[in-house]
């Protein structure tokens, strides 16, 4: 639970500081986002979510979630 919470809390702090110090950047970003096709975007998410995993579990051979 508390590792849950960990991530929960960065990601809020980094969507947070985007909104908070670029909020026009948000807008381009979804915009440009819409000329991608679907497909591109599934594979870009899912390329993205491996990517997490991937820091998870390192994070965890590291010994950096000993303490959760």
Avoid: H
């Amino acid at each position: 639970m508390g590792l849950a919470l960990l991530a929960l809390g960065l990601v809020m702090i980094v969507e947070g500081l985007v909104y908070a110090l670029a909020p026009s950047l948000i807008e381009d970003l979804l915009e440009a986002l819409r000329q991608i096709p679907r497909e591109a975007r599934r594979l870009l998410g899912f390329a993205v979510l491996t990517g997490g995993v991937f820091f998870l579990w390192l994070a965890s051979v590291l010994g950096a979630l000993d303490g959760l």
